[in-house]
């Protein structure tokens, strides 16, 4: 599995307990939406499935996960920091009201008027009520979805409608 059949959706913190449990902070709860057993962990620099034998919300964002062969705390521990990823084609399973902004980072991203690229989105910034994609070359465009014209999920592009004079910065 390469990157760009993934997309991150959080981080895994500190062990909970001593059996194995740790805490997932998690952007977007999409394998609890398709019902998915299982995560990919960035384990040094390696995409490695991990599947889950149990989880629990803490909160809308904090999630308790015990995955399996992880028994000890110490072996928990070697997972903090760890970034999460999901499948994009399991992600794909549910309908498009379905997808969080994350989903959308390695997209490339093309002026529906002109079908011009307008470049790849590198990460979401939703620190603000008006999330923004930023693109590869550090600009930042309005993550709305009334400006999304089209999404391939095949080809990894989405064609917006560019609000006049954002292509010029």
Known sequence: MNSSEVYRIGRIGKPHGVKGEVTMQVDD???DRV????VILEVDGLL???????YR????TTALVKFEDVDTMERARELTNCDVYFPRHLADEGSDDDYTWAYFVGFLLTDA???NAVGRIEAVDDSTANVLFQ?????L???AEELITTIDHDAQRI???????????
């Open 35 to 38: 019902d998915a057993d299982f």
């Open 141 to 143: 465009i309005p993550a």
């Open 57 to 60: 919300f803490r909160t809308d």
């Open 135 to 139: 693109l590869s070359d550090g600009r």
């Open 113 to 115: 008027a002109t079908g």
């Open 159 to 169: 064609a917006m409608i560019i609000p006049q004079g954002l292509l010029e910065l």
């Open 48 to 54: 490695v499935p991990f599947y889950m034998e149990e």
């Open 29 to 31: 709860d999409v394998f």
